[in-house]
């Protein structure tokens, strides 16, 4: 009987694992999928600290430091590269957004400078087309590829002793009283289990019910373009004032954007992430909403066009908890679609609240009771890449 068992094949648990395992301790993750098959895997693979909510911020700076060694310590290679963050402005109202940002984000300590007009911005990123009026940029922001950086922390894990158990997805939580005390499969298959950490994005609601617990979720979906390689081209990551687009140039060449594209209703049946695909039309809007923040997507031969699905909480925050009531349960979901650059760090809590550690970050702000009486979340989906 494994002393944890993970349920959620991210980035979130992947860590986890990691960790776990590496501390001489039993884990078994289970996904429904593949690993990185949800939104570890579609999201842009930014590791920013800027544009952060404070509480978050603790986590991403420490994320950052790990990230920077994590080739090294992991074995493989995560694609990641530390070359800056930049939130651009289209207009003059979205300029005023991005003064404020750097002003409020220079008060809590973050090296973020104001780039004001064309000679200033193309000193950073020569590739940033003449529309832009100004942007924000933090230096110590970066990237990495998700899939390779997921499946790093996994193989990593295994190496340490933990199981991964791909295509095996579990319906629901065992519980005695009060305490969970292991899953149980979509195949009937029961696992007892010490702790069970619950990683499952936009499926964690559902395995919560049971249990008398709610996490509000809104499931958004978004679209993901990517080019053919092109040479050098753009080295940061870059997101706009609106948060509606983001993008960078992938380790091999490949430029991959990110827009939002409305609401996701319903599952259906063996779904992917190119089942999500969006139409024509909204990959029409994707290139026109991008080729002015970037023109060299518009003359850039298309390699794949993709959708995937984001769990948004109400504040847009995370919930990472283990005082959920329910004696045994660790909580790590609703990422909001901006989970992966902090994932390591995410790991390293969830390892420590899994195994009676105390972390060493304020986890008030991510505790799941301050949903309470929410059903509907406010918090509007941002891709800040």
Known sequence: MPEVVIVGGGISGAAAAYEIARAGHSVTLFEARELAAMASGWTLGGVRQSGRDPAELPLARAAVERWSGLDEELGAATGYRRKGNLRLARTEAEAEIIRNLVSDQRALG???EYLAGQE???????????SILAASFCPGDGHADPVPSTRAFAAAAVRHGAVIREGTPVR???????????IETASGERIEADRVVLATGIHAPELLAPLGLSLPLAVKRVCVLQTVPLP????QVFGVANADAAGRQEVDGRLRVTTGIGDWPHEPAGWNADSLAPRTVD?????????PILPAIAEAGLARVWGGLIDLTPDALPAIDARTGIEGLVLAAGFSGHGFGIGPVTGEIVADLALGRQ?????????????AGRSAPAAPLSLHG
Do not use: K, M, Y
């Open 110 to 112: 973050l090296e973020i």
């Open 120 to 130: 200033a911005i193309h000193a950073v990123a020569p590739a940033i087309g003449p």
């Open 172 to 182: 629901a939580l065992l519980r005695q009283g009060e305490r969970v005390t292991g």
């Open 232 to 235: 050098p081209v753009f080295e």
């Open 283 to 291: 990959i029409a809007t994707l290139i026109g909403r991008v080729s």
């Open 359 to 371: 972390p060493r970050f304020d986890l008030s702000p991510f505790e799941l009771g301050r949903f």
